[in-house]
C-alpha cells in the first residue's frame, strides 16, 4: 500500500495511482476504460398546481423535466413509473404530487413502499428535513415499536413501509386501517425494478390484495412508481401493479463525468497452494476439491479490499459492493487490518453493512458515513437502492452484480452530488465476470434488463389466494384482480384440498391463524445468530441460506469478529455460536437429483433436443471441508446430518444423442466432465440474459439421465414454482450458450478454471470437468439448433435423442 496521504484524490487521479499499484504485474488488471461524459441538466417551470409551501420548502430553482412530467401525470391520476439514472431525482417526482396533495387535503393519506428499511429512512429523513405542517410522516417495520405502531395508525398521513410489513402486519389488521384505507390517494412503489423473480410475483400479489381492501373502503389510490433505468418499465410497473401504468423515460438531470474501468485481477504463479488457494472460498456456499490447476486468478475480495485501502489511504470516500454477507465482513477486515498497519487508527474508518445487522448498528453506519466518520464502506446489495449517500467519490464493485440494471445502480452510489466519479468493476474468477471484462460491449451501449416475474407462479398465486381470503372473503369479481382463469383454478384446487371453503357471500379461509408465508421465498423464518455464551443476539441468516452458513462446525463471520457456530436448531430457528478465530475456513457441499415431471416445449433438432418443462429437485447438505487459511490445503471433510429439501420448478435442458458426441471428438469415458463443464459455464453465463444471478439458478448434469435416456444437462430456477428465469434461458437458447461457448474458448488456461468452467457451488467439488469436451458438445448443440428445424407447440411426446 502506497503511504497516507491528507489530500483526496479525485477520481482521474485515483485510477492512475490503483494502476500504478499493479504495474508491476506482467498485464495490466484494467482490461477496458469507458468514458461516460457529463451531461447537463434541463430545468422547466414549476407547475401551478404544486403547493406554495411545499415549493418553499424544497429551495430549488427548478425541477427537472421529467419530474414535472411524472409528477403531473400522477397529479392527474394516471398511474406512471420514472424510469430515469441514479441519482436523477426520481423522489421529487412522487413527492410534488403526493405533499401536494397531503398538504391541500387534510384527510388524504399516502403509502410509500420500498424494498429495504434504510431507503424508508432516508426518505423519512428528506420529507421530515421540508418540515411541512400535518403531513406527520413516519416509518413502519419491523423495527417500530408497539407504541409507536398505535400511534402511526392513528395520526401519520404519510406511512412509509416495506413489501414485508406491508403483508404481514399492515393488510392482515386492515380494520385497523380502515380511515388510513379509506382516504388513501397515492401509493409510491420505490426502486420498482427490484421486484423481480419469487419475490416480485409475491409482491404483485400483495399489491393487489392492497387494491382490494382499499376498494372495500372505497378507496382508489393513483399509483407513482419508480425505477432504475430498464427494459419496457411501464410493462414491468403494469405486471407489479395490475394495472395499465404510463412510463417516464426521458432522463433530463445534470450529471457528472464517470470513469468505469473493468478489472481483472492479476494470475498467481503456478502452484498448487495456489490453485487451492485463489478462488473466493469466503463467498463459496459449495466445496471445491483440491485440482490443480496451470495459473489462477488472485481473489477478487482480496483486490477488492487492496484497493478499498488504498483509496481510503488516498483520502477518497469509497463504497465497495460485495455480493456475499460473508465476502462485505472479510473485505472490511482486511482493509481495516492493512491501514491500521499503515497508520495505526485509520482503519476505524472502515466499516462493513449488510443485513442482518441490528437496526441500532445500522442507524449508526449510516450516520457515520453521511457525516463523513467512515471514508470506506463495504456493503452488500442493502445500499444498492436509493439512499442518498452525499459525497463519495468511488464505487468499487466485486463481481458483476447479476444485472446491467443493478451495475449501474451501484456505480450510480459515486458523484451524487453531481462531481467526477469513478467506479471500477473487479471480476471474480467466474465465466460470466471474465467474459464481460474481455467484451465490454456487453456492458456499455446495451439497453439494460427486463424486469421478469411471473404473478400465475401457482406456487405463489396459491399462498396469495390464502393470505387474501383470510382478510377477507375472495368473491368472483377478486378473481379478476388476482389472475382470472389462473385464479379460478388455483382456488379451485384451494377448496378441493380444504384449505378454502366456498360459501354464497365467497370463499373463506378455514384455519385459525394466517398463512404462513414468506415473500422473500426463502423456505421459513429467519434463523437467529445467538453467542451462547452470553445470549446476545448478533444477527439473522434466512432459512434457505442457514444449512450452508450455520451448520454445526461452519465458520461465521460477524462485523470482523469469528464465530464457531456449536449448534443448529431448525426447528427453533436458532443457530448457537462461541467466539473462535480457527485456522480453518469452512465450505459445506450439497448432493442433488432432479426428476421430470413433464414438457411445457420443446424444440426437435435432429440428435438435440431443447426442453422446457417442471421438475423435482433434492437437495441436502451432506458434508463440509475444513481448509487451512492461507494455503486453501484441505484438514479434514466431516459428514452433516441435515434433512432432504425438495424443491419443484421449471428447468430448461437439452439432449445430445451419444453417437453425436462421439462424432464431435468427445470419448464416452468423457462424456460426464465435457457435459459438467459446459453445465457450469451455462449457469454462469445465464444472467447475461435474464434477471438473476448465478445463485438463484441451480443445474445438473449426466451422462445418461433416467428420464431422458440421454447425455442431458439441466439448468434450473432455484425457487419453488420458478422465477421466469428458466423460460427466459429457453427463449434466448442460441445467444445464451453462444455466450457460454465463446466464455471456455477464450479462456487461457488448459483443463479449466474458476474464469471458464468451475464453479463455487459445486456439490461434486468440480470433478470431473472436460474443458475442451464441453466447447465440443456446445458446438454439437449450436450447430444443430441453427439448422431448419421442427418446433411443435405443445408436444404430446417429446422426441427421443437418435
Known amino acids: 500500500m502506497h503511504g497516507v496521504t491528507s489530500t483526496a484524490f479525485g477520481p482521474a487521479e485515483l485510477l492512475n495511482r490503483l494502476r500504478a499499484r499493479s504495474a508491476a504485474a506482467a498485464d495490466s488488471p484494467i482490461t477496458h476504460v469507458e468514458r461516460v461524459p457529463p451531461r447537463p441538466g434541463r430545468t422547466v417551470p414549476w407547475p401551478g398546481w404544486v403547493a406554495p409551501s411545499l415549493r418553499e420548502s424544497l429551495a430549488i430553482p427548478g425541477p427537472w423535466e421529467h419530474q414535472v412530467a411524472a409528477a403531473t401525470l400522477a397529479h392527474e391520476g394516471t398511474h406512471v413509473v420514472v424510469a430515469t439514472g441514479t441519482a436523477s431525482g426520481k423522489s421529487l417526482a412522487y413527492q410534488l404530487p403526493v405533499l401536494t396533495r397531503l398538504l391541500t387535503d387534510e384527510r388524504a393519506t399516502a403509502l410509500y413502499i420500498s424494498p429495504t428499511k434504510a431507503l424508508a429512512a432516508d426518505q423519512l429523513r428528506a420529507v421530515a428535513r421540508l418540515g411541512l405542517d400535518g403531513v406527520r410522516p413516519a416509518t413502519y417495520d419491523g423495527d417500530t415499536s408497539r407504541e409507536e405502531r398505535d400511534w402511526i395508525r392513528q395520526h401519520s398521513r404519510f406511512v412509509l413501509t416495506n413489501p414485508d410489513m406491508l403483508h404481514h402486519g399492515i393488510l392482515p389488521g386492515h ?84 470513469t468505469f474501468a473493468l478489472w481483472e485481477p492479476p494470475l498467481l504463479p503456478p502452484s498448487p497452494a495456489s490453485a487451492a488457494a485463489a478462488p473466493d472460498f469466503s463467498e463459496m456456499s459449495g466445496g471445491l476439491a483440491e485440482v490443480e490447476l496451470p495459473q489462477v486468478r488472485r481473489s477478487a475480495l482480496r483486490e477488492t479490499a487492496d484497493l478499498l485501502t488504498d483509496a481510503v489511504a488516498a483520502g477518497t470516500r469509497t463504497l465497495a459492493f460485495v455480493r456475499s454477507r460473508r465476502g462485505a465482513e472479510v473485505v472490511a477486515t482486511v482493509a481495516r487490518r492493512s491501514l491500521d498497519e499503515a497508520v495505526p487508527g485509520l482503519g476505524a474508518r472502515v ?35 436509493g439512499v442518498d449517500l452525499v459525497g463519495l467519490d468511488a464505487v468499487l464493485i466485486c463481481g458483476y452484480p447479476g444485472t446491467r440494471a443493478s451495475l449501474w445502480q451501484q456505480a450510480g452510489r459515486a458523484g451524487r452530488s453531481g462531481g467526477e466519479a469513478l467506479a471500477v468493476l473487479i471480476a471474480r474468477d467466474d465465466p460470466l465476470d471474465t467474459y464481460l471484462v474481455h467484451h465490454p460491449e456487453a456492458l456499455f451501449g446495451r439497453p439494460v434488463e427486463m424486469t421478469v416475474l411471473d404473478p400465475a407462479n401457482p406456487y405463489v398465486l396459491g399462498p396469495q389466494l390464502c393470505c387474501a381470503a383470510s382478510e377477507a372473503p375472495i368473491t368472483e369479481a377478486d378473481l379478476e384482480l388476482f389472475g382470472g382463469d389462473v385464479a379460478r383454478e388455483a382456488v379451485r384446487g384451494l377448496t378441493e384440498s380444504g384449505a378454502l371453503r366456498r360459501r354464497p357471500s365467497g370463499w373463506y379461509w378455514t384455519h385459525p391463524g394466517r398463512p404462513d408465508v414468506d415473500l422473500r421465498g426463502a423456505g421459513g423464518p429467519p434463523v437467529s445468530v445467538v453467542e451462547s455464551s452470553t445470549g446476545r443476539l448478533l444477527g439473522t441468516v434466512d432459512h434457505g441460506s442457514s444449512h450452508m452458513m450455520l ?30 478465530e480457527p485456522e480453518w475456513s469452512t465450505h ?29 429437485v433434492t437437495s441436502q447438505v451432506v458434508s463440509y471441508q475444513r481448509r487451512r487459511i492461507g494455503s486453501g490445503e484441505v484438514i479434514d471433510t466431516k459428514p452433516l446430518d441435515l434433512p432432504v429439501r425438495d424443491l419443484r420448478t421449471v ?13 464431435a471428438g468427445i470419448e464416452p469415458a468423457d462424456f460426464p466432465g465435457a457435459l459438467h463443464a459446459a453445465e457450469h459455464a451455462a449457469i454462469g453465463l445465464l444472467p447475461l440474459m435474464a434477471t438473476c444471478d448465478r445463485w438463484d439458478i441451480g443445474g445438473l448434469s449426466t451422462a445418461n439421465h433416467a428420464d431422458t435416456e440421454a447425455p442431458t444437462v439441466f439448468v434450473y430456477d432455484g425457487h419453488p414454482g420458478g422465477a421466469g428465469f428458466a423460460e427466459r434461458a429457453y427463449a434466448t437458447a442460441a445467444e445464451w450458450l453462444r455466450a457460454t461457448r465463446s466464455a471456455i474458448d477464450a479462456c487461457g488456461c488448459e483443463t479449466g478454471c474458476p474464469s471458464c468452467v468451475q464453479s463455487p457451488k459445486c456439490g461434486n467439488g468440480n470433478n470431473p470437468l472436460h474443458k475442451e469436451g464441453a466447447v465440443s458438445v456446445l458446438d454439437v448443440v449450436l450447430t444443430e439448433l441453427g439448422r431448419p428445424r421442427r418446433t411443435p407447440d405443445r408436444p404430446a411426446q417429446p422426441p427421443s435423442p437418435a
Not at 451448520?551 to 449448534?567: C, K, R
Not at 411445457?600 to 423435482?616: C, S, W
Not at 428447468?651 to 462424432?663: M, Q
Request: glycine fraction near 8%.
Open 175 to 258: 380494520d385497523r386501517w380502515a380511515s388510513f384505507l379509506r382516504r388513501l390517494a397515492y401509493v409510491v412503489i420505490d426502486e420498482c425494478h427490484a421486484y423481480r423473480g419469487v419475490f416480485g410475483s409475491h409482491v404483485a400479489h400483495v399489491i393487489r390484495r392492497l387494491r382490494r381492501l382499499a376498494a372495500r373502503y372505497r378507496g382508489a389510490p393513483t399509483f407513482v412508481l419508480a425505477s432504475a433505468t430498464s427494459g419496457d418499465p411501464a410493462g414491468a410497473a403494469s405486471r407489479l401493479i395490475g394495472l395499465p401504468v404510463a412510463e417516464v423515460t426521458s432522463d433530463a438531470s445534470p450529471r457528472g463525468g464517470v
Open 551 to 580: 451448520h454445526t462446525g461452519a465458520v461465521y463471520l460477524h462485523q470482523g469478529v469469528s464465530f464457531v457456530v456449536d449448534d443448529l436448531n431448525l426447528d427453533d430457528a436458532i443457530a448457537l455460536v462461541r467466539q473462535h
Open 651 to 663: 428447468a430448461v435442458w437439452f439432449t445430445v444423442s451419444p453417437a453425436a458426441l462421439e462424432a
Open 351 to 385: 466499516a462493513a453493512y449488510r443485513a442482518g445487522y441490528l437496526k441500532e448498528d445500522r442507524r449508526e453506519i449510516e450516520r457515520a458515513l453521511l457525516s463523513g466518520d467512515l471514508l470506506g464502506l463495504a456493503s452488500t446489495n442493502a445500499l444498492e437502492l
Open 588 to 616: 459445506a457441499r450439497e448432493v442433488v437429483d432432479l426428476t421430470v415431471l413433464g414438457v411445457r416445449e420443446y424444440v426437435d433438432a435432429g440428435p438435440v433436443g431443447m426442453f422446457l418443462g417442471d421438475v423435482e
